[in-house]
């Protein structure tokens, strides 16, 4: 145990002692500033030694610039991994065998907390100590473990990622939508680090990071609000994107065209930590020689094509060099630098039938009599996007009025993905690596259409006369889940298509 560094008050009261009056010693446990983990309890101990007499309790009050102290260490111990305790700026402690004990639980960012002591010995004036404990920088996080050296094999030590990728944040009226998401974070040794600050920036909507407390671990949340005050940006589409660019209006106001991705949300997570490695001789350090996964500055890449455009991306969040500018990797293995990890959230709305985009086509197709014919049913909202759906309900049902049938009955199960390849997770994609946009194929037959097969089912006599028949289909889908009170809203829509069975030839 030593004593910290001194402040004045406490060298004021040592050199009183030194002329026969009571002083109060206070020390820690450390011999080293530790990291600011919110894990690491620090031992204070505060030595009163001749203040006792036998006229009653001795209480050593102890304060700090924090709520973070405890009375006893087991306090400070979180019953379950992940939690974090919750002290107070204040404890009393009594006095045993002289002394008094307390417990400061580390912050979660580095910092210098200045800690009291002060007791108030019989029938004399209170006495006080005081020390800084010093916590250093938060630890760092592990962009993950390479096995040997194996791009395709790596276990990724930093991770984000939210509970949808479709969400129908373009629907109105609603509540607030709130999507569940998930950070991992861990160190070389792959212990979880819950607790490391983070820095996340968002194109539209937010993100609520929630700090741990003594009933629930630290939790992220983004959100769409009820009310928007940002959308995602206007963005110029990429090649995959072309056929399915659609003058017009749509719901990006002022937009000169809609595509898929003028719906598509990036969001940024960023943290200090070091480059994954391949740790080849197994001592817990890079060495020279050791393969590593080299990572660019990252930033939030609004519109998608891998290059930090300042005009449409914002300022650059992560400037590790001062130099002012986005650098890709430098060739060199970094053990304390800005690690960014991507994810996306699609923004749908509404199923749209305006301008080409839902329905039906033919529009009005005509079927041989004792034949079937081929219909393309395209389910989109206006930027051309598969609707959104969270309810057990949703899905699309077909009516059918006439003597047809659809057969084979068709698979009309409603995708819940984004309908855009992305390509945002690490290792396969790091800033500034690899180049070329994240955004890629659209997923046009999995999500947004379906190939649907009418066939006529009169009888022979019946096919000598003409028949109208009608397809309908109710698509019933739900925008998303709501921590709110008030019910989140499925909206059932329609699209129709009509046409005529035909007489077979030789019908009188």
């Not at 094999?153 to 129908?168: K, M, R, S, Y």
Request: proline letters at 10%; charged letters at 20%.
């Amino acid at each position: 145990m030593r004593a910290l560094r001194l402040l004045p008050a406490v060298a004021a009261a040592l050199a009183a002692a030194g002329c026969g009056q009571s002083s109060i010693v206070l020390s820690t446990d450390l011999d080293r500033p530790v990291a600011a983990d919110g894990v690491t309890t620090v031992e204070l101990t505060a030595d009163v030694a001749g203040l006792e007499d036998t006229s009653g309790r001795l209480i050593v009050a102890f304060r700090a610039g924090a709520p973070l102290l405890f009375p006893r260490r087991e306090d400070a111990i979180p019953d379950y991994e992940g939690l974090r305790e919750i002290g107070s700026d204040e404890v009393d402690v009594e006095v045993r065998d002289g002394v008094a004990h307390a417990y400061l639980l580390a912050p979660i960012q580095a910092s210098t907390l200045e800690v009291e002591a002060s007791v108030v010995p019989p029938d004399s004036d209170p006495v006080t100590a005081r020390i800084e404990v010093e916590f250093g920088p938060p630890p760092l996080v592990s962009a993950g473990d390479m096995v040997g050296g194996n791009l395709a094999q790596v276990v990724p030590n930093f991770l984000f990622e939210c509970a949808a990728d479709n969400i129908g944040a373009f629907v109105t009226p609603r509540p607030d939508i709130v999507v569940p998401c998930t950070a991992v974070l861990r160190d070389h040794a792959g212990r979880d680090i819950p607790h490391v600050p983070l820095q996340i920036q968002v194109e539209a909507g937010r993100m609520v990071d929630l700090p741990a407390d003594p009933t629930a671990p630290r939790q992220f949340f983004y959100l769409a609000p009820s009310v928007l005050d940002r959308r995602p940006a206007d963005v110029a589409p990429l090649s995959a994107e072309e056929p399915f660019t659609i003058p017009g209006a749509g719901l990006t106001p002022g937009a000169a065209e809609q595509n898929p991705r003028d719906g598509l949300v990036t969001i940024l997570v960023v943290a200090r930590g070091h480059e994954a490695y391949s740790d080849l001789d197994g001592n817990g350090d890079w060495d020279p020689g050791e393969p590593f996964i080299d990572e660019g500055e990252p930033f939030l890449d609004v519109d998608d094509d891998g290059v930090h455009d300042p005009a449409i991306d914002g300022p650059h969040c992560c400037d590790e060099n001062g130099n002012h500018r986005v650098d890709g990797p430098n060739g060199v293995w970094d053990g304390d630098t800005w690690l960014g990890r991507t994810t996306h959230i699609l923004w749908s709305g509404p199923v749209a039938d305006e301008s080409g985009r839902s329905g039906f086509t033919p529009a009005e197709p005509a079927i041989a009599a004792g034949a079937s014919a081929a219909i393309t049913m395209t389910v989109v909202d206006a930027n051309f996007n598969p609707v959104a759906m969270f309810d057990s309900s949703d899905g699309i049902r077909i009516d059918l009025g006439g003597p047809v049938e659809l057969f084979p009955p068709p698979d009309l199960k409603l995708e819940p993905g984004a309908g855009i390849e992305l390509r945002n997770r690490f290792p396969f994609f790091v800033f500034g690596d690899r180049g070329g946009p994240i955004a890629g194929a659209i997923r046009v037959d999995l999500a947004r259409r379906w190939q649907l097969t009418a066939r006529d089912r009169r009888s022979a006599s019946g096919q000598c006369v003409e028949a109208d028949w009608t397809l309908e289909a109710e698509i019933e889908h739900t925008p998303g889940p709501s921590l709110s009170s008030a019910a989140m809203p499925s909206l059932r829509e329609a699209l129709a298509v009509s046409g005529v069975l035909e007489v077979a030839s030789g019908c009188p």
